[in-house]
């Protein structure tokens, strides 16, 4: 069973930054994508951020030209370098990641953003 873990998460004033990782249980080679997506309380998760095995990326557009996403094949590790934070970028991020056996989810971590 793949497993994801995410850490990074904490509190930041406005215009700050924060970085992501999430750790797999298996190599990232084997995923066709790799994700981030994010759930404020009250609203839809929604995609932030995604990578392909080929290496082609995808943001939302409000997060475009602020977040960037990677991966370390070395240390199993998918990582979102988050900057120029807004108060409406709080919410439970979470790390998602689909291969041939599945779609597989992290268990999330806060994002805080204080004006």
């Known amino acids: 069973q793949v497993q994801l873990v995410e850490s990074g998460g904490g509190s930041v004033q406005a215009g700050g930054s924060l970085r992501l990782s999430c750790i797999t249980s298996d190599p990232t080679s084997t995923f066709y994508t790799m994700a981030w997506y994010r759930q404020a309380t009250g609203k839809q998760r929604e995609m932030v951020a995604m990578?392909?095995?080929?290496?082609?990326?995808t943001y939302a557009d409000s997060v475009k030209g602020r977040f960037t996403i990677s991966r370390n094949r070395a240390e199993n590790k998918v990582v979102l370098e988050m900057n120029t934070l807004k108060p409406e970028d709080t919410a439970v991020y979470y790390c998602?990641?689909?291969?041939?056996?599945?779609?597989?989810w992290g268990q999330g971590t806060q994002v805080t953003v204080s004006s």
């Open positions: 990578k392909t095995m080929y290496d082609l990326t």
């Open positions: 998602n990641c689909a291969g041939q056996g599945g779609e597989y």
